[in-house]
Each structure stands twice: as C-alpha cells, then as structure tokens.
C-alpha cells in the first residue's frame, strides 16, 4: 500500500501561483510515475501533469507554460508549482501514484482544493 498526503491548496487570484505538495509513504519503491489530476463540479476529472521516476513529464495543454511538476525521490515527495493561475483551474486536486501501469488503478491522496477567484 501507498499513502499519499496532499497539501498547499488555498485561494488565489487570478494571476497568482500556488505550489502543491504530496507526500507519499509505505510501499513507495513500487511507485513509477505519479501525478496530479483535478475535478471541478460538473466536469470530468483529467489528468493535469504527471512525471515517472526518471523526470520525464507530460502535461495537458491547458497548462503548459504555466504549470511544472517536480519530484524529489529522495523524500518520495512530488510537486505542482501553478503560476498564472486562472479562475478555470478552480478544482480539487489530486495527487496520484501509478500501480500496474495504471491512474486509475493508482493509489489517490485525499485531495486539496485550489480556488482562483477573478
């Protein structure tokens, strides 16, 4: 089993920044690639930056150039800095780790709500 602990959500303006956090312990050697998904009401949750253990990342298009995602596999602790916030990146988000090659079979943190007001 793998627990993952998110913090650092908050309220923002528009324009500002947030950086996420998320913890993982227990079986963290079985962790490959992790992620950050968010929902907000009414819409699908979708995957918004994720990164494997070698650093190789991939984001969604929504966010390139104003969202990184950083991992420091030493504290098993991954990261989502969010610049130039908007009030469309208002969701819950969720830090994920990848099992059997898969998010959806991963293991999901609690989730940290951001709010970007305009």
């Known amino acids: 089993q793998v627990q993952l602990v998110e913090s650092g959500g908050g309220l923002v303006q528009a324009g500002g920044s947030l950086r996420l956090s998320c913890a993982a312990s227990?079986?963290?050697?079985?962790?490959?690639?992790m992620g950050w998904y968010r929902q907000a009401p009414g819409r699908q949750r979708e995957l918004v930056a994720a990164?494997?253990?070698?650093?190789?990342?991939n984001y969604a298009d929504s966010v390139k150039g104003r969202f990184t995602i950083s991992r420091d596999n030493a504290n098993n602790t991954v990261y989502l800095q969010m610049n130039s916030l908007k009030p469309e990146d208002t969701a819950v988000y969720y830090c994920?780790?990848?099992?059997?090659?898969?998010?959806?079979?991963?293991?999901w943190g609690q989730g940290t709500q951001v709010t970007v007001s305009s």
């Open positions: 227990g079986r963290t050697f079985s962790i490959n690639a």
């Open positions: 990164i494997t253990s070698g650093g190789s990342t």
């Open positions: 994920v780790a990848q099992r059997l090659g898969s998010w959806s079979r991963g293991y």
